[in-house]
T-cell receptor
Framework: NAGVTQTPKFRILKIGQSMTLQCTQDMNHNYMYWYRQDPGMGLKLIYYSVGAGITDKGEVPNGYNVSRSTTEDFPLRLELAAPSQTSVYFC??????????????FGPGTRLTVL | AQSVAQPEDQVNVAEGNPLTVKCTYSVSGNPYLFWYVQYPNRGLQFLLKYITGDNLVKGSYGFEAEFNKSQTSFHLKKPSALVSDSALYFC?????????????FGTGTRLTVIP
């Protein structure tokens, strides 16, 4: 299993440009998540999905959009890039289940710089 | 509201000595608590979790954590530190509606093990 894969690894954007960060998992997890990691700030949840066709906002959704057309893929879209979106972005996935205590599996991250 | 705090940005310990990385939490209801580790330029890796049961939880790479309900703490410990344990450690607590497994992360503690 490849686990959670993310592309690209690095990207530099100009202010106002748009891009899509790709995330794919091959573990058949229902739950998927997008986080951003800023220095000294830990990880903040941007969006999450509990299954294909279902998405919801996390703590910091402004400036982002997501879609979940398949179980495997959960792309994150930046429409009008701003310097405040310079960050490292992590995608994660986890099993669903009634226990609620399933750990998340993380991708390697995408380092995005907006200039 | 759920929250988690890691009071130390940096912990230094000599190789072979015991290590502790501190975490305190605030949640309504029963807490689901997690520890993750992040090596440079990598995604987060799951170490261990507390859902219910024994207060002492054992995890990967010889790490363990003790859940203390009265002190609302979940400190990460290891009896004998290795240089390879040097990394960024995150404590996390589950929040959000049942089943979504959303995590709220602390700001991280950088552990340096000195040879």
């Amino acid at each position: 299993n490849a686990g959670v894969t993310q592309t690209p690894k690095f990207r530099i954007l100009k202010i106002g440009q748009s891009m899509t960060l790709q995330c794919t998992q091959d573990m058949n997890h229902n739950y998927m998540y997008w986080y951003r990691q800023d220095p000294g700030m830990g990880l903040k949840l941007i969006y999450y999905s509990v299954g294909a066709g279902i998405t919801d906002k996390g703590e910091v959704p402004n400036g982002y959009n997501v879609s979940r057309s398949t179980t495997e893929d959960f792309p994150l879209r930046l429409e009008l890039a701003a310097p405040s979106q310079t960050s490292v972005y992590f995608c994660a996935s986890s099993y669903s289940g009634t226990s609620g205590g399933n750990e998340q599996f993380f991708g390697p991250g995408t380092r995005l710089t907006v200039l | 509201a759920q929250s988690v705090a890691q009071p130390e940005d940096q912990v230094n310990v000599a190789e072979g000595n015991p290590l502790t990385v501190k975490c305190t939490y605030s949640v309504s209801g029963n807490p689901y608590l997690f520890w993750y580790v992040q090596y440079p330029n990598r995604g987060l890796q799951f170490l261990l979790k507390y859902i219910t049961g024994d207060n002492l939880v054992k995890g990967s790479y010889g790490f363990e954590a003790e859940f203390n309900k009265s002190q609302t703490s979940f400190h990460l410990k290891k009896p004998s530190a290795l240089v390879s344990d040097s990394a960024l450690y995150f404590c996390a607590v589950r929040f959000g509606r049942t089943g979504a497994n959303n995590l709220f992360f602390g700001t991280g503690t950088r552990l340096t093990v000195i040879p």
